[in-house]
Structures are given as structure tokens and as C-alpha cells.
């Protein structure tokens, strides 16, 4: 079936380093993949997507790539901060029963970012 | 609006206790998820609707049952709690899929439950 393999954390990065985030899939077919985040006792927030190959996802200085030749779509981010600490979730839409589609999760990565 | 709200936050029941979760939108969603979150395996989807009155199973539906009997709410139950039940569940919502591409889905703040 369909799933989501990303780097297992912590990352423990300095504020202003350079992210990337690891995410690789397995689908059938042409998912959209995603990115959440997760900030500490909140639920899950959307962070980007991306619909189609070579699709570039982008927000809060965070950028995605959806690359079909190496079922890939990792998170990057030039300059982290400290309020950008959180668990990242990288998923895709699995298609389900009836040609339904619902979101597979990876397990998630934990951002540190020391001051 | 309110988004998604899930009640309660906390709850702690021992084995073999009933409960249900709540889950309400405001945003006239059509689909709506149910997921557990475990340490180290992410999300994982136990039922959805596709709108009111129906649902369906998802990756762990054992356990546990639920209803749609209005669009705006989703509940979950548990029958009889056993421990491996203990975990973070979350509501999810979001427009109805098209196309076979998934729109965005928005989560409630969670509700943790511990079964001993």
C-alpha cells in the first residue's frame, strides 16, 4: 500500500541554520503530498503541498519539491528560528475504497532550535 | 469560527469503560477523520465520513465505532477500553476530494486518553 518514510529526529539545529527535512514515498498513481506541522499541545496545521511532479510548495520560508523520478517531496528552510521548533509530518493522499483518497501520515520529525 | 473542536482534552478510564469522543466543525465540511497519534508511527486514520450519515473504516478501526448523524459532528466511541487504546486522537475535516487530488485538512487540538 501506499506510505510515507521520513528521517527519524530529533534534529537539534542553531537558530539561522539551514533545514532539510527527509521524505520519500511509495503510491500508485499521482498523490498529492503534503507538509504539517505540529507546535507543542496544538493539532496538526498545514504547512504546504504540492499537487504534481516538479509542483514547489512554499510557506513561511519553508519549500517543498514533488519530485517523481525520486519519490521525493523534502522540507527545506534556509534560516530556521526558534519558534519554528515542532514535529513535521510528511504525507500524501492514499487512495482508499471506492477511489477515495485520505491522508498517510510518516511518523514524523522533531525540530529542535537552540537560541 | 471556531474551526475544529474536540471535547474533552483529558480523560482517563479503566479497562473495559465506555466512552465518546466529540468532534464539531463549523466550516460545512463534508469529510470528516478520525486518527490516533502514537509515539513514532505518525497518524493513523480509524474511521471517515464522506458526509452525514455515512462512515467508513480507515487503517485501525478496531475497537472502535462511530457516527455521523449531522454534518457539522463526529463521534467516536469506545465500547470497552483497553489499554492499547491509550493514545492522542484527533478530529480531522476538509472539503469533499475531487478529482482524486485531497484538499487540505484541518485538525482539532486533540483529545489524550490514557486507559488503565
Known amino acids: 500500500g501506499d506510505s510515507v518514510t521520513q528521517m527519524e529526529g530529533p534534529v537539534t539545529l542553531s537558530e539561522e541554520a539551514f533545514l532539510t527535512i527527509n521524505c520519500t514515498y511509495t503510491a500508485t498513481g499521482y498523490p498529492s503530498l503534503f507538509w504539517y506541522v505540529q507546535y507543542p499541545g496544538e493539532g496538526l496545521q498545514l504547512l504546504l503541498k504540492?499537487?504534481?511532479?516538479?509542483d514547489k510548495g512554499s510557506n513561511k520560508g519553508f519549500e517543498a519539491t514533488y519530485r517523481k523520478e525520486t519519490t521525493s517531496f523534502h522540507l527545506e528552510k534556509g534560516s530556521v528560528q526558534v519558534s519554528d521548533s515542532a514535529v513535521y509530518f510528511c504525507?500524501?493522499?492514499?487512495?482508499?475504497?471506492?477511489?477515495?483518497?485520505?491522508?498517510?501520515f510518516g511518523s514524523g520529525t522533531r525540530l529542535q532550535v537552540q537560541p | 469560527n471556531a474551526g475544529v473542536t474536540q471535547t474533552p482534552k483529558f480523560r482517563v478510564l479503566k479497562t473495559g469503560q465506555s466512552m465518546t469522543l466529540l468532534c464539531a466543525q463549523d466550516m460545512n465540511h463534508e469529510y470528516m477523520y478520525w486518527y490516533r497519534q502514537d509515539p513514532g508511527m505518525g497518524l493513523r486514520l480509524i474511521h471517515y465520513?464522506?458526509?452525514?450519515?455515512?462512515?467508513a473504516k480507515g487503517e485501525v478501526p478496531d475497537g472502535y465505532n462511530v457516527s455521523r448523524l449531522k454534518k457539522q459532528n463526529f463521534l467516536l466511541g469506545l465500547e470497552s477500553a483497553a489499554p492499547s487504546q491509550t493514545s492522542v486522537y484527533f478530529c480531522a475535516s476538509s472539503y469533499s476530494i475531487s478529482g482524486g487530488v485531497s484538499n487540505e485538512q484541518f485538525f482539532g487540538p486533540g483529545t489524550r486518553l490514557t486507559v488503565l
Open positions: 465520513s464522506v458526509g452525514e450519515g455515512t462512515t
Open positions: 504540492a499537487t504534481k511532479a516538479d
Open positions: 504525507a500524501l493522499s492514499a487512495r482508499m475504497d471506492m477511489g477515495r483518497r485520505a491522508l498517510t
